[in-house]
């Protein structure tokens, strides 16, 4: 890949999920690493975060939801929680 194109996208890819049900329709593979990264800290970090319409999720429940949702990389999610 072209490391000029990297960065815009991976932010591009970001909002795509394992399971192809994302906006680019890209699945597995096809997604770039650091767009897979980006996507699990992302999601870690909106559960973990206060909300006006919830309160924070527990690093278990945080944990335990990322770990029951087909939409990340199983790799990605072992790293961030080991």
């Known amino acids: 890949m072209n490391t000029a194109n990297a ?5 591009r ?6 399971d192809g ?5 890209l699945k597995g593979e096809e997604i770039l ?7 699990a800290a992302n999601a870690v970090v909106g ?3 206060p909300r ?3 309160k924070p999720m ?3 429940d945080a944990i335990g939801a990322l770990q029951s949702n087909n939409q990340f990389d199983r790799r990605v999610i072992a790293a961030l929680t080991n």
Not at 13 to 18: G, L, N, V
Not at 21 to 25: A, D, E, F, K, V
């Open 58 to 60: 527990s690093v278990e």
């Open 21 to 25: 049900s994302g906006p680019l329709r």
């Open 52 to 54: 006006t319409y919830r």
């Open 7 to 11: 960065m815009p996208d991976t932010l």
């Open 47 to 49: 559960m973990l975060s």
């Open 33 to 39: 690493i650091t767009a897979r990264i980006i996507a």
């Open 13 to 18: 890819q970001a909002q795509e999920h394992m």
